[in-house]
């Protein structure tokens, strides 16, 4: 008999899964139906299903919200009926974060991105009106992450937002590892300038260097721009960048 034994197949991953809360379930699959993102999710890379909130609503004309406790404008999404949806959503995904996007939420940064890229997937909230009864947040352990200093109509467009960027980090997605390596935020840098032909237009020509050959000195370009771009516009980030075995950013 021969020695060999047949090796046992690799574990496959289940497609990353999104789950989006909302009362307007008709909003996706919206952007992320198109290009590769939408290619992906036809192939089955990854998955994205919509719980809709207002079938947990109360009443016949399934009412998800009240006016703020204290007074004040607009109204509040209530926590009963937002408990009841969440509970729903997590009877088949209770070991994936649970999201609620809102603009006093952590910032979302790449760290994070791949965090949740890495994981099954993601449960996630998409508020509206004046936000959500603080007692589902802390009831449900929710994770508040905001996409901006700035107020939309919902979150509806920041879901979009963080499923694109956790989906085309997905194996197979975008198909280019050393691409992704070199883009914005995942060197802790703002990406350097890119060109491509005409080799001049309109006055102004690709700088020479990146026609050199010299891919050593491309490299140390990129790098120095990249660092400029950044240092002008994200000190901060630059302050957080850590620095090599030289001392240098």
């Known amino acids: ?20 809360l909302t009362i307007f379930p008709d909003m996706f699959p919206g952007s992320l139906g198109v290009s590769l993102v939408g290619t992906a999710l036809e192939n089955g890379l990854w998955e994205l299903d919509c719980v809709d909130i207002r079938d947990f ?13 204290g007074g004040g404008a607009g109204m509040v999404m209530r926590a009963d009926v937002l408990a009841a949806a969440i509970d729903h ?31 099954p997937g993601a449960i996630l909230l998409a508020g509206r ?11 449900r352990g929710l994770e508040e992450i905001s996409i901006g200093d700035y107020v939309l109509s919902g979150g509806e467009l920041a879901a979009m937002v963080l499923i694109d960027a956790c989906v085309r980090l997905l ?7 050393a691409s992704l390596s070199e883009e914005s935020f995942e060197s802790g840098l703002l990406e350097y300038p890119q060109y491509t032909r005409p080799r001049d237009w309109e006055g102004r020509a690709i700088p020479d260097i990146l026609l050199s050959g010299d891919h050593k000195r491309i490299a140390a370009w990129r790098r120095a721009e990249a660092e400029r771009l ?19 950013t």
């Open 1 to 20: 008999m021969s020695a060999e034994t047949t090796p046992e197949p690799e574990e496959t991953r289940p497609p990353w899964h999104a789950r989006v």
């Open 57 to 69: 609503g109360l009443t016949k004309h399934r009412t998800v919200d009240d006016t703020p406790a």
């Open 89 to 119: 959503a997590r009877e088949d995904m209770p070991d994936v974060p649970l999201i609620y996007l809102s603009p006093r939420g952590q910032p979302l940064t790449q760290a994070r991105v791949r965090e949740l890229s890495a994981g």
């Open 129 to 139: 009106f004046e936000g959500v009864d603080q007692r589902v947040i802390e009831a």
């Open 171 to 177: 194996p197979g997605v975008l198909g280019a590892e």
């Open 230 to 248: 950044t240092r002008e516009r994200r000190p901060d980030l630059i302050a957080s960048h850590p620095k090599d075995t030289k001392g240098k």
